[in-house]
Structures are given as structure tokens and as C-alpha cells.
């Protein structure tokens, strides 16, 4: 039986510092943080949603009382800098989301909605509606975001393209892929819970028999198991763009691009010199806060 709980974990910082923190939170509880600004207080509080206690495991928490003093000693007035810890009733934490997560407009031809706003796309526009979930991506993130426009730019009407994206997540990307005519579109994750997601969002925008979804730790993929894709989307940590390379590279058809991101801003030139090694050049590349994500192709 579902419990009706959630744990929430909040940090009262400064309006300067809010992206800095929620970056933070999510790299180390893996969840998609929320944000509120208090006008009265002039406080912002960055909050963290699941239904496992497990999350307030006191490792965690103290390595982000060390994180939040590490962004001080950058330089970044964080306020109170105050760790919270309650529970409150899910009933709650979805009314407030409704409150702060808003359509976003990838471009002409996308746009990314949650299932309670009344926006209806443009003509010819493909519409992606996607509800935020407890630890899973919903376009709000510069990465995600610059994942979707690339794919928007990629996209040739005229061709039948292949789609692969590596860490789905929610599902978002495979989803936006068979809304812009990518096929076939492969994803694949190697969290169980994020593939049961992306399967309903899948469903949800009656997508799912045209996305092939399957549980896979990407260390374990043999090299040359599927076709050569004609785009592929990575939106992973540094650790696993370095290390993995080869097997990711190697998925990629000749004239496809590869989009790179999850990249901080100074991990970006230690990838960009990895990726290049391997006969790829640096086609677009875009920075967002500390993120800089980039777009690669086969040298012509």
C-alpha cells in the first residue's frame, strides 16, 4: 500500500545562491528539487520530495551542510543556509507544484506541458505532457532543455531517422523523439523505477509502441548490439561520458550527432578533449548557469 507521506528536505538560501544550492541538493539526493520564493521573507527555499526515509540518511545531510558552506567560500552569499527536515502529505506537495512548474516552448515545433495546464500547441507543433514525478527530469533542467532543442535542430522531416537516448530518466527525450517522427527510438536506463516511469509517460502521450524501453547499466553493453543511430542524447555524469566513451561513440552512424550533456562548466573541456580524440568535432555548444553541454559530429 502506498503510504500518503513524503519526506521533504528544504534549504533557506538566498535568491543568488538558489540555482547554485538546488544544483547541489540534486546531485546529491539524484532528486529534481523545487524552488519557492518567499516575498514577505525574501528567503528561497529549495526542497527536496521522496517517499523514502532512506533519503535523510545523516551522511547525506552532512555532506550538504559541507556543500552549502563550500558555495560560501566561493563567494556566494547563501543566507540562512538552514537544513529542514518534516513530513508532509503528497496531497500537498502536488498542489505546489502546480503552483511553480509551468508549459515550456522547446522551440516552434515542441513544447513540454504537465497534464493540468490549459496550453494547447501551435499548429504542427508536437506537445509532450509530462507531470513532475519524485526524482525524474521534466525539461526544467539547462541540460534537459538543450537535449530537446538539439534534437528539435536535428530533426529532418524529410528522412527517417534514428533515435538513441542513454540515462532516459522520465522519458522525456524518447518521448519528444517519436513526437518529432525519430524511428525507430531506443532508450534505455539502468534504474528500474526510472524505466517504469518512462513506460507510463510513454503510454501517457501514446507513444509507447513507438519507443523501444529496456532496463540496461551502460558498463555492461556489449559494443555493437544494436544499429548505428543517426542521433544520440547522453545526458550523464562526468565519470560516465569519460569511461564509457567508446560504447557510446560507437552506437553512432557516420554524419549522426551526438549530444553530450550533465556536464559542470569546468568538467566541459576534459570531455570536449575526449570526445575529439575519438574524430568527433564540437558543433554547437551552449553554458546555463555552472552546465555547458555540447552537440559533436563526425569530422567531415
Known amino acids: 500500500m502506498k503510504s500518503n507521506a513524503l519526506w521533504q528536505i528544504s534549504i533557506s538560501t538566498s535568491a543568488d545562491a538558489e540555482e547554485a544550492v538546488a544544483d547541489l541538493a540534486q546531485g546529491l539526493f539524484g532528486l529534481t528539487p523545487a524552488i519557492y520564493h518567499g516575498e514577505e521573507t525574501m528567503t528561497t527555499m529549495v526542497s527536496l520530495f521522496s517517499p523514502r526515509k532512506i533519503l535523510m540518511a545523516s551522511r547525506r545531510l552532512k555532506f550538504l551542510a559541507a ?3 563550500n558555495i560560501q567560500r566561493c563567494g556566494l552569499a547563501i543566507g540562512a543556509g538552514t537544513i529542514s527536515v518534516k513530513k508532509i502529505k503528497r496531497e500537498r ?3 505546489s507544484w502546480k503552483k511553480h512548474f509551468k508549459p515550456i516552448e522547446i522551440s516552434p515545433a515542441l513544447l513540454i506541458k504537465p497534464s493540468w495546464s490549459k496550453r494547447r500547441p501551435r499548429k504542427h507543433q508536437a506537445m509532450v505532457v509530462l ?6 527530469g521534466t525539461g526544467q533542467h539547462p541540460t534537459t532543455e538543450f537535449c530537446l532543442k538539439q534534437l528539435v535542430t536535428a530533426r529532418r522531416p524529410d528522412a527517417r531517422q534514428s533515435f538513441l537516448d542513454i540515462g532516459t530518466g522520465s522519458g522525456i527525450l524518447a518521448i519528444a523523439a517519436a513526437k518529432l517522427g525519430y524511428r525507430p527510438v531506443d532508450a534505455f536506463d539502468s534504474d528500474p523505477e526510472a524505466v517504469r516511469v518512462a513506460r507510463f509517460n510513454a503510454e501517457r502521450n501514446g507513444v509507447l509502441g513507438k519507443i ?13 548490439s544494436s544499429p548505428q543511430c543517426d542521433v544520440i542524447c547522453a545526458n550523464l555524469i562526468f565519470e560516465l561520458l569519460m569511461s564509457e566513451r567508446d560504447r557510446i561513440v ?7 550527432r551526438l549530444v553530450l550533456a550533465g556536464i559542470l562548466e569546468a568538467q566541459f573541456a576534459s570531455v570536449q578533449k575526449h570526445y575529439q580524440a575519438t574524430g568527433l568535432r564540437l ?3 551552449e553554458t546555463e548557469r555552472e552546465w555547458k553541454s555540447g552537440e559533436f559530429a563526425v569530422r567531415s
Open 93 to 95: 506537495w502536488a498542489e
Open 212 to 224: 523501444h524501453l529496456a532496463r540496461r547499466d551502460l558498463k555492461h553493453w556489449p559494443g555493437g
Open 67 to 69: 556543500g552549502l558552506k
Open 131 to 136: 507531470d513532475p514525478g519524485l526524482s525524474f
Open 250 to 256: 560507437g552506437h553512432l552512424k557516420k554524419g549522426g
Open 283 to 285: 558543433n554547437v555548444v
